[in-house]
């Protein structure tokens, strides 16, 4: 790889291997697309690329919707940018402009992919019964969101209320007391498919861009007493972060590994011969101490597989979807993706390096997850913070 006239910090997540597409705002200047560089950020906006017209605008979907011959394009036009004569006057330094939502998110679905967390989640929630449902390892387990909460990283998170029940007791109504996160990797649908017409798990990278990471945050006394019989509905729909880049799909090719084997092996729409399990390596800070650090590429369901299923009986896929991969956990109690796990739905309280315990989130605290990946040349893939801060309920 050539090196490039950009400004570059001994140490990166951002180097020419990567290049993620965001948001920003140049200081007094309106919403374009830039791409992230070491410390900086290229207005795309303002150089010569075979998508300038679509870098003007104040999301990422209409480049999104030019589809794989137009991203590549892009991206080769965009290493010879900056390996070439310097455009110094159309970079900014990532500390001085304000990075908003990357897209405008069209549908949200967040799965439960992560066979460490649903059997964790089972023997915390449901004591004494096999961990896993029945149809776990037939299917990737999901559910819809809401596309109108998601909410790029530093959005302040306001403690959600509603209907709780203590064993014993009438329901009642006021703020969460059990407020959780979910460590996730997110999938970003740049293609839209037809309604009707299934997409095949072999066709994830026709219709799907890059990846953010995701914090599902979780209201887990709400989600308890509101699904009977259904799944989460006001435990999930308060917010939902994510990171302000979306790496490209072409910048985590060295990143790629065999997923867990699959038993029993799934239905033939959900098989691919492709190894899509990815080497993430995740790390969750509370308070300024690291907690945790799942790894991703033990997750059971891969993102063609999920793909596959959530359009399989036809529903159709939008410019903008976004698809999250469900709470990321490995075996290790230091590899889990959720507080419910870590402390064990706060019978287990951990101590943070500030000497104060917690059991879940308080007013106040503040957890940013972070991840890395191997890229090409050795260089280190990242996909910069998603953070919160929680806030009390009105």
Known sequence: MRETWVPMPEVTDFPIQNLPYGVFSPPGRPPRVGVAIGDHVLDLSEVDTPARAEFAAATLNPFLARGPEVWAAVRDRLVDLLTGEPLTPYLHAQAEVELHLPIEVADYVDFYSSEHHAT??????????????????????????????????????????????????????????????????????????????????????????????????????????????????????????????????????????????????????????????????????WNGTVVSRPPYRQMYWTAPQQLAHLTVNGASLRTGDLYASGTVSGPERDQVGSLLELTWNGREPITLGNGETRGFLEDGDTVTIRATAPGKDGTTIGFGDVAGVIQPAP
Do not use: C, M
């Not at 390892?137 to 509603?162: E, N």
């Not at 990846?211 to 999930?236: C, H, M, T, Y």
């Not at 972060?241 to 699959?262: C, G, I, K």
């Open 120 to 285: 964790n989640g089972g023997r915390i929630l449901r004591p004494g019964t096999e961990p896993l449902s029945a149809n776990w390892k037939h299917l990737p387990v999901g559910y819809h969101g809401r596309a109108g909460t998601v909410v790029v990283s530093g959005t302040p998170v306001v403690r959600p209320s509603g209907q709780t029940r203590t064993r014993g007791e009438p329901p009642a109504y006021g703020p969460s007391q059990r407020l959780d996160i979910e460590a996730e990797v997110g999938f970003v649908v740049g293609v839209p498919s037809a309604q009707g017409e299934p997409v095949s798990a072999d066709d994830f990278e026709a219709h799907v861009f890059g990846v953010v990471l995701v914090n599902d945050w979780s209201a887990r006394d709400i989600q308890a007493w509101e699904s009977q019989p259904l799944g989460p509905f006001l435990a999930k729909s308060f917010a939902t972060s994510v990171s302000p880049w979306v790496v490209p799909l072409a910048a985590l090719e060295h990143a790629r590994v065999d997923p867990p084997a699959q038993d029993p092996p799934p239905l033939a729409y959900l098989r691919t011969d492709q190894p899509w399990g990815l080497d993430i390596s995740i790390e969750i800070e």
